[in-house]
């Protein structure tokens, strides 16, 4: 009898585990511009914060929150999940920055290592390559993307190559120059796309971890003008590729190839209801992790999730519906890791939303649970 209730508490226990995720929030501490910055906590926001995410209840619990950190607006998990990687200073004056964490798994909390200069203005995006020696990252407002080796203990070096776009595309108002909005690394890991939102392209990098200086120029994607791309989500079976534009509304579907890292589209959907005018002001795409669904969020007025089926022989896609982010400027989203859950960041008023999945169907149903937090941009899950 005492066997079996021990392996009974561990069974209950590992179940638990396996339940359970760590949530981490990036925000906006200020909503300053390049060319005013009010105070840093001017938000409220103390930086990023941590929480404990319960997927049998689809409850999370607060941990803890960084301080002193500005505007760590977009984070990035290493493959070891040990270490944390943050766009921060962005909508500043100055030069942005990039900052690297530790996860304290045991007390819940982020443990600041370092950080360095950007590259460029207004840091927006990072990416972390499989091999943990290297990170990406995008700089919007200075047009530029940076890749900066990893030394001991997760702490960044100064970046080792520095890219500037120089392009523009139609829109004289978002266009006027190179806005580089994101930086994914394939599934292969052998090249690095950079989207640029000003320049209506995707810059294709190859990417060898084992140089001094891993990125090499290799191809530009146009995309259709005026459409303003954003960010770039894999298919998990590592054949295609779906592109957000944030300006078009609409989502491009690519076929990859590895080796070369060559996209060639294969469609164009629009990612908002027939009756939406625009502007458009699209913004996060993320794939299902069974690989059956694609979502994104569009803001402006609409505030929705757009929810597509994906084609498992080719890759197209399918509009299934909208579902309402029950607030305002739905900027980033995620799905946890059991698929049974979609947490939705809106901005503007400050706010989570906790959505369940239905895995057969794609759709989305409001759980009840919000989670309050001043002006959230940025969800990652850490299992």
């Known amino acids: 009898m005492r066997i079996y209730l021990t392996l009974l508490a561990i069974y209950f226990t590992t179940s638990t585990q396996a339940q359970s995720s760590w949530l981490l929030i990036g925000t906006y501490t200020n909503k300053g511009t390049n060319n005013a910055t009010p105070p840093a906590d001017s938000t409220g926001s103390k930086g990023i914060y941590v929480y404990k995410f319960d997927a049998s209840t689809g409850h999370a619990t607060f941990l803890s929150h960084t301080e002193g950190v500005t505007n760590p607006s977009y984070l990035e998990v290493a493959t070891d999940k040990q270490y944390v990687y943050a766009a921060t200073d962005t909508r500043t004056q100055a030069e ?18 370092n950080k360095q200069p950007s590259g460029g203005a207004n840091p927006v995006y990072v990416a972390v390559h499989r091999s943990g020696r290297w990170v990406a990252l995008a700089n919007y407002t200075g047009g530029s993307l940076s890749v900066f080796p990893v030394g001991g203990g997760g702490a960044l070096l100064p970046y080792a190559q520095n890219f500037q776009h120089t392009g523009h595309s139609i829109n004289a108002t978002r266009q006027e120059k190179s806005h580089v909005h994101s930086v994914v690394f394939s599934p292969d890991n052998r090249s690095l796309y950079a989207q640029d939102l000003g320049e209506d392209s995707i810059h294709i990098f190859q990417f060898n971890s084992a140089t001094p200086q891993p990125l090499r120029s290799t191809e530009k994607i146009p995309a259709t003008p005026g459409a303003g791309p954003r960010h770039l989500a894999f298919h998990p079976n590592g054949r295609w590729a779906f592109l957000v534009e944030e300006l078009g509304g609409s989502v491009d579907a690519y076929r990859y190839f590895p080796g070369t890292g060559h996209l060639q589209p294969i469609q164009r959907i629009a990612a908002h209801p027939d009756t939406a005018n625009g ?3 699209s913004a996060d795409i993320h794939v299902s992790a069974d690989g059956r ?6 803001r402006e007025g609409e ?3 757009a929810i597509f089926s994906i084609d498992a022989d080719n890759g197209t896609l399918r509009t299934i519906g909208y579902t309402r982010t029950l607030g305002i400027e739905p900027r980033n989203f995620t799905l946890d890791p ?20 239905d895995k057969q169907t794609g759709l989305l149903q409001p759980t009840g649970e919000r989670i309050e937090i001043p002006s959230p941009s940025c969800l990652k899950m850490v299992e």
Do not use: H
């Open 303 to 305: 505030s929705n999730i």
């Open 279 to 281: 502007p458009f002001r």
């Open 338 to 357: 059991t698929g049974g859950y979609l947490l939705v960041a809106n901005q503007d008023s400050n706010e989570i939303i906790i959505f369940r999945v």
């Open 293 to 298: 669904f694609l979502y994104v969020t569009n």
């Open 96 to 113: 942005g920055s990039i900052s690297a964490f530790r996860l304290d798994k045991t007390m819940g909390r982020l443990e600041f290592i």
